[in-house]
């Protein structure tokens, strides 16, 4: 059994606040400090220097987090192994995803993983693609799921499924009638595009510097922190913007946005999942196995 006395060091390590500890391990703030107390007795010097009301670590507790990490990782891989041998699924599985994939392209993944496995513990973080290699760099996670790869050379990247990038507009956009635009009309429209860091916009810029296109070519009217917002902003302006086809299914269906091909141009990506590198088999593997053919199903 883990000593709960690590967790505790690790989740006050990673939150550097003793009072965000407890209400995520649900036990009390003197708890709290009783455990790392204990532990500063046990190896005799302090983890965290004290200053007022903020913490940080000392040496001594940066090297026990290095090795609380390591063991909390080979705990995990226990669980998982020691299930598998009873022909169980059971264990738990920290994902975090870039904020495309984790609002309109892992939910139904997860809701069918949950029906045959509900003895997995799963949590689900989001932020953009840069955000989710280094959670799983910090080890805050077991997987990743990004739009896009920066071939770090800790992280292995592999394809899970396929993505399009494509020009939207409101239905009753002046442009809304016609199935195409040129990419001379392109650079005149108001765009609004995602945030530095997104890799949808790496992907965008790319794919227009394939054309003979710069990001600084278009009208770009602003950007936006995720999807959702870009949506609802093109519900009350004239602007386009370029989205995942997944984010777009329902609006399609319900005939409020409009896709438009540009001539010439077409944004095709892959998702892909991330790992640390060397890290062994485990759940993580058998979650993204699901999740390739659900799509090959699909």
Do not use: W
């Not at 063991?71 to 920290?94: P, W």
């Not at 990247?157 to 409101?170: A, G, P, Q």
């Not at 997104?198 to 296109?213: F, P, Y």
């Amino acid at each position: 059994m883990l000593d709960f006395r690590l967790n505790v060091f690790y989740t006050v390590a990673k939150r550097l606040s003793f009072t965000k500890a407890a209400a995520e391990l649900y036990v009390t703030q003197p708890a709290v400090t009783k455990h790392i107390q204990e532990l500063e007795h046990q190896f005799g010097t302090a983890l965290f220097d004290r200053r007022g009301n903020q913490i940080s670590l000392t040496t001594a507790g940066n090297v026990l987090l290095g090795h609380a990490e390591t063991i909390m990782g080979v705990y995990r891989q226990l669980e998982f192994d020691m299930n598998a041998l009873k022909g169980e699924s059971g264990g738990t599985l920290r994902v975090g995803a870039s904020t495309t994939v984790a609002q309109y392209v892992i939910p139904p993944v997860l809701a069918r993983f949950r029906e045959q496995s509900a003895d997995v513990a799963i949590s689900l973080v989001s932020g953009n693609t840069e955000q989710v290699e280094q959670q799983l760099l910090n080890n805050d996670i077991d997987l990743g799921l990004v739009e896009g790869r920066t071939h770090h050379s800790d992280i292995r990247y592999t394809s899970f499924v396929k993505d399009e990038l494509v020009l939207i507009c409101r239905a009753d956009h002046p442009l809304a009638d016609r199935d195409e635009i040129t990419l001379a009309e392109l650079r005149t429209v108001p765009i609004v595009l995602r945030e530095r860091g997104s890799g949808s916009l790496e992907v965008i810029e790319h794919a227009l510097r394939g054309v003979g296109l710069k990001l600084t070519d278009l009208t770009i009217d602003m950007h936006l922190g995720s999807t959702e917002s870009i949506k609802s902003y093109l519900g009350s302006s004239r602007c386009m913007a370029f989205v995942s086809v997944f984010a777009v299914q329902h609006e399609l269906q319900a005939g409020s946005l409009k896709i438009l091909d540009v001539q010439g141009l077409s944004i095709q990506r892959d998702f892909y999942s991330i790992q640390l590198q060397g890290v062994s088999e485990g759940l993580a593997d058998t979650f993204m196995r699901f999740a390739r053919q659900h799509y090959r199903r699909g």
